[in-house]
């Protein structure tokens, strides 16, 4: 015998529709595009580190080309709470310096770092 779902009205105030849980379809839609993706969060973050730091932190003659969380790792800002896709916590770096950086602080690139 199968289980019957019940319904009850959407979470929304004022909003009529039934749904099995929560926010109706509509409702629920329109709070994830209000949200955004990581992916547009990220995309943003680039944007305003590149435009605040036009020429490398580090070297200061090459352009930026790159972003670099600092003085905090993303995964340090993620554990102290933080919004890694603050610009604060961000600075640009050209090609040459990221490479060296990420080789002196992330040995085995981002994902090969034990715990963070």
Request: proline share 6%; aromatic share 4%; charged share 30%.
């Amino acid at each position: 015998m199968t289980r019957r779902r019940a319904y009850t009205v959407c979470t929304v105030a004022g909003c009529p529709e039934y749904t099995t849980g929560g926010r109706c379809d509509d409702h629920r839609r329109e709070a994830e595009r209000r949200r955004g993706t990581a992916r547009q969060h990220e995309r943003e973050f680039r944007t305003a580190v590149l435009a605040h730091d036009p020429l490398c932190k580090l070297c200061g003659t090459a352009p930026s080309k790159h972003t670099d969380h600092y003085p905090l790792s993303r995964r340090e800002l993620v554990a102290a709470g933080r919004d890694p896709n603050d610009p604060q916590h961000g600075r640009g770096l050209c090609a040459s310096c990221h490479s060296v950086e990420t080789a002196r602080h992330q040995p085995g690139g981002w994902a090969g770092r034990d715990g963070g």
